[in-house]
């Protein structure tokens, strides 16, 4: 059933996808209307009102399409002006800015590049991303030797003037965004790259982004997160005292989350352990008592917020593109938050007195064959609440998110358990990329991440270290070593299903505007 289920929804996703397709090559004045993302003068396309045609530009790198992930509105794809030949840009509007805004100097441009890649880090954006865009940003604004140096935790910036150069440097990497803060601040990226935006409305525009409140009160983002909470419960296989007790504690984690929302790193790592440490204590708890609960499905969704999946496979993809220290600082961020996770686990089985490696029992279906894919559609309501997606993105979320989990299940089958989550990103990466090249589609991480989580590749190593700390090091160990191997097989799905949406974009045809 769950097999049918899955190609079922494949199937659906692949029919809407033509049909989306179709719909937008049909439509008058958007045929080809293929937006580039490289900001070199040279090979850029231009459209001008005499309805020259526009071609499709290969990608140039392994994650362009990680950078190139907003489409403009329509508004500004029609020919209002002409573009003279010899801009430097290749924008088809002049930016708004104002006059003085429009040839900077170094200085204001370093401040607003600082600004960015800040912003950029923060949104977990891979370094070579980053790295590119800043580059392009100072390359459209005429000053084409920018040099960018970014990690996971500072960026740097170089920035050569008529007479002297600027340097800057800045933290980052302390801030977490929502996904519609994400979205804003990707939107931004991708328009300064295009000449749209100039530094200082770019500053401007960014301070919003980043101060932007939640557009939900705490008693709906509160909401949001018991029903992420429940969505992973479904997903893990739990019954109706799973469900139970899953929600209640993600209740008291997510006040918990919301009320130290801001505090420093230091606080969230004691947070970390001690959500751990007493979600375990009550799981623990009731299974000593005799309460009819399955350890996994009532103890990892109210966590599920702390497993580093995302985290570590950004470094891994972060490695896979050279970028050693970057991949390496992130790699050890993420198994620290895994060790403070199972540390908590452990010393709630220590005090309870029930072993930490019962975590590793599998859940039953209780709900069936269907329960795991109703839970997909309760996990996409909970994040779209708790972390504030907007709504015109929520119909691209919940596809990439149902494609990823059904490509997993089939992946499960045919592969077994380490390569279903390599076929499970594989084939959610190029959907994502083409949810963002369409007119109301969310920038590719918005839809990444969330993909991400539903596969939960961070569960696997939870399990695998606190078997370790419990004693059973060879069980333990190589736990940890499937979960290493999940991180990676999701990353490598992810830079296949980059390279399958580059190959489709250069083979595709040029089109000619009707």
């Given at each position: 059933m769950m097999i049918a289920v899955a190609i079922a929804v494949l199937a659906l996703?692949?029919?809407?996808?033509?049909?989306?397709?179709?719909?937008?090559?049909?439509?008058?004045?958007?045929?080809?209307?293929?937006?580039?993302?490289?900001?070199?003068?040279?090979?850029?396309?231009?459209?001008?009102?005499?309805?020259?045609?526009?071609?499709?530009?290969?990608?140039?790198?392994?994650?362009?399409?990680?950078?190139?992930?907003?489409?403009?509105?329509?508004?500004?794809?029609?020919?209002?002006?002409?573009?003279?030949?010899?801009?430097?840009?290749?924008?088809p509007t002049p930016t708004t800015a104002p006059a003085d805004d429009e040839v900077p100097d170094a200085a204001v441009l370093t401040r607003f590049l600082i600004a960015l890649g800040e912003a950029l880090i923060d949104c977990a954006s891979p370094v070579a991303e980053v790295t590119r865009t800043l580059e392009d940003v100072g390359r459209v604004n005429g000053f084409p030797g920018t040099q960018v140096i970014a990690l996971p935790t500072a960026i740097l910036v170089t920035v050569p003037g008529s007479t002297q150069s600027q340097t800057a440097a800045a933290a980052a990497g302390v801030r977490a965004f929502r996904l519609d803060q994400i979205e804003d601040v990707l939107q931004i990226a991708e328009r300064?790259?295009?000449?749209?935006?100039?530094?200082?409305?770019?500053?401007?525009?960014?301070?919003?982004?980043?101060?932007?409140?939640?557009?939900?009160?705490?008693?709906?983002?509160?909401?949001?997160?018991?029903?992420?909470?429940?969505?992973?419960?479904?997903?893990?296989?739990?019954?109706?005292?799973?469900?139970?007790?899953?929600?209640?504690?993600g209740a008291l984690v997510g006040v918990v989350q919301i009320a130290?929302?801001?505090?420093?790193?230091?606080?969230?790592?004691?947070?970390?352990?001690?959500?751990?440490f007493a979600v375990s204590a009550v799981v623990f708890g009731l299974v000593r008592a005799g309460a009819p609960i399955d350890v996994l499905s009532s103890l990892v969704p109210p966590?599920?917020?702390?497993?580093?999946?995302?985290?570590?496979?950004?470094?891994?993809?972060?490695?896979?593109?050279?970028?050693?220290?970057?991949?390496?600082?992130?790699?050890?961020?993420?198994?620290?938050?895994?060790?403070?996770?199972?540390?908590?686990?452990?010393?709630?089985?220590?005090?309870?007195?029930?072993?930490?490696?019962?975590?590793?029992?599998?859940?039953g279906q209780a709900f069936g064959a269907l329960g795991p894919w109703l839970g997909v559609f309760v996990f996409v309501v909970g994040v779209a609440l708790y972390h504030c997606v907007r709504l015109s993105s929520m119909p691209w979320v919940l596809v990439v998110v149902l494609v990823a989990y059904a490509g997993q299940v089939l992946g499960g089958l045919v592969f077994g358990g380490v390569m279903s989550a390599l076929v499970g990103a594989a084939v959610m990466t190029p959907l994502a990329l083409y949810a963002a090249g369409q007119r109301q589609g969310p920038p590719a991480l918005v839809s990444f991440l969330p993909g991400f989580w539903v596969l939960v590749p961070g569960a696997l190593g939870l399990v695998g270290v606190t078997q370790t700390l419990d004693g059973t090091a060879t069980d333990g160990m190589g736990t940890i070593l499937t979960a290493g191997a999940t991180m990676v097989a999701i990353s490598l799905g992810v830079l296949v299903g980059i390279a399958l949406h580059g190959l489709v974009s250069t083979l595709r045809p040029v089109r000619v505007r009707a």
């Open positions: 996703a692949a029919l809407v996808l033509a049909l989306v397709r179709r719909s937008t090559v049909a439509e008058p004045g958007l045929a080809g209307a293929t937006v580039d993302s490289a900001p070199a003068p040279a090979p850029a396309p231009s459209v001008t009102s005499s309805g020259d045609e526009t071609e499709t530009i290969a990608i140039p790198g392994e994650l362009d399409p990680l950078a190139d992930t907003v489409v403009l509105a329509p508004a500004s794809l029609p020919d209002a002006e002409p573009v003279p030949a010899p801009a430097p840009a290749p924008t300064s790259r295009r000449g749209q935006v100039g530094p200082v409305e770019g500053l401007g525009l960014l301070q919003q982004a980043v101060n932007a409140g939640a557009p939900y009160p705490t008693p709906v983002l509160l909401a949001g997160y018991v029903t992420y909470t429940l969505g992973i419960a479904l997903i893990l296989g739990a019954n109706l005292p799973d469900l139970l007790v899953a929600g209640v504690l130290t929302a801001r505090t420093s790193g230091y606080l969230q790592a004691l947070l970390v352990l001690t959500s751990a966590l599920v917020t702390f497993l580093p999946g995302a985290l570590l496979t950004t470094a891994v993809i972060d490695l896979a593109t050279r970028q050693m220290i970057a991949g390496s600082a992130r790699l050890a961020a993420g198994g620290m938050q895994l060790v403070l996770l199972s540390l908590g686990i452990s010393g709630a089985a220590a005090l309870v007195g029930v072993r930490a490696s019962a975590i590793a029992e599998t859940p």
